[in-house]
């Protein structure tokens, strides 16, 4: 069964960093394509950032110049460093998967941005 388990969430101030991190279980196979979405409070779900084996990366314009996406093909993880964090990043941040048609999503990590 493959899960993606996300950690790293937390309380952090505004201006403040963390990074999220999401291991890949129940497959040694790397996935194609990893990501985070994220759903803040009463809002849908956006795309935050994505990145391809190997290593090619896209990211919401709300994010760019903050946020930092990479991944680890040896662990089979993939991580998401956010940066000058503000008050309008809180949500529930998933990890997602893609490959070829396939797409899986963990259980989803609170971030809470506030003074």
């Known amino acids: 069964q493959v899960q993606l388990v996300e950690s790293g969430g937390g309380l952090v101030q505004p201006g403040g960093s963390l990074v999220l991190s999401c291991v890949v279980s129940?497959?040694?196979?790397?996935?194609?394509?990893m990501g985070w979405y994220r759903q803040p409070p009463g809002k849908q779900r956006e795309m935050v950032a994505a990145?391809?084996?190997?290593?090619?990366?896209n990211y919401a314009d709300s994010v760019k110049g903050r946020f930092t996406i990479s991944r680890d093909n040896v662990k089979n993880a993939v991580y998401l460093r956010m940066d000058s964090l503000e008050p309008e990043d809180t949500a529930v941040y998933y990890c997602?998967?893609?490959?070829?048609?396939?797409?899986?999503w963990g259980q989803g990590t609170q971030v809470v941005v506030s003074s």
């Open positions: 129940g497959r040694r196979e790397i996935i194609n394509a």
């Open positions: 990145i391809t084996q190997d290593g090619k990366t």
């Open positions: 997602t998967g893609s490959d070829y048609g396939v797409d899986y």
